[in-house]
Every structure is written in structure tokens, then in C-alpha cells.
């Protein structure tokens, strides 16, 4: 799974993102979902979530 797909993210869910300030170096962070912040169905780069640390991120992917 991508992160395109608001239906396949889950509120504690184990995923990587992609943060603003890293999409040129493309570094990632993974994490535990606690909000999905995209509010459509789907998003061509990524669902935007906030991560339990803070972190705010578009999906690049879905681990568990």
C-alpha cells in the first residue's frame, strides 16, 4: 500500500512519511498514526497525517 488511499490508513496504523522540509533529499520518518489530516478519499502524493511524536507528513507507505 501507498498512502494514496485514505481508506487504507487506520488511526494506528505503522507508516512512513515524507515531511515538507525533506521531499528534496526524500528522507522519511516512520511512525504510529494518530490523525489523518486529508480529508479526500485520495491525494497523488501522499495522505497527510500527523504521527503520535508530532510529526506531520504526507504517506509514502503502510507498514502495518
Known sequence: ??????S???IGSQVSV???KDQQSG???EGIVI???TNSSFHPHGIKVRLADGT??????IQG
Open 1 to 6: 500500500m501507498n498512502g494514496r488511499n485514505r
Open 8 to 10: 487504507d490508513l487506520r
Open 18 to 20: 515524507i515531511q515538507k
Open 27 to 29: 528522507k522519511t520518518t
Open 35 to 37: 490523525a489523518i489530516l
Open 56 to 61: 506531520v507528513g504526507r504517506v509514502t507507505s
